[in-house]
Nanobody, 125 residues
Framework: QVKLVESGGGSVPSGGSLKLSCEASTPRYYSMGWFREAPGKGREGIVGIDASGNTHYTRSQKGRFSVSRDKAKNTLYLQMNSLLPEDTAMYYC?????????????????????WGQGTQVTVSS
């Protein structure tokens, strides 16, 4: 099973930017994506990307967040701009077999998918 390691989280003021990275242990090209879990809320999908580079953003973050994937480095990225306090959350990378559209629900990662350990993003007002 693929292992995922996130990095790049931190604390920034409102309006700031961060770039998250997720390195995968295997070049097996699952669909991959980013999720987040804010305090007191459930985990939600942000964006999924397949091996061909097709992307699906679940919410309006598309204008502020941008996903990319470097196959040569087995690494997934999430560029986050114009961050808001409501973006404060633990951000998770995941990989799963099947369509990148399955990012719509964290339960779709399933028993054959994998999660990273998470990286904290805190945005102050």
């Amino acid at each position: 099973q693929v292992k995922l390691v996130e990095s790049g989280g931190g604390s920034v003021p409102s309006g700031g930017s961060l770039k998250l990275s997720c390195e995968a242990s295997t070049p097996r090209y699952y669909s991959m994506g980013w999720f987040r879990e804010a305090p007191g809320k459930g985990r939600e999908g942000i964006v999924g990307i397949d091996a061909s580079g097709n992307t699906h953003y679940t919410r309006s973050q598309k204008g502020r967040f941008s996903v990319s994937r470097d196959k040569a480095k087995n690494t997934l990225y999430l560029q986050m701009n114009s961050l808001l306090p409501e973006d404060t959350a633990m951000y998770y990378c995941a990989a799963w077999p099947g369509s990148h559209l399955l990012v719509s629900s964290p339960s779709n990662v399933g028993e054959f998918g994998a999660w990273g350990q998470g990286t904290q993003v805190t945005v102050s007002s």
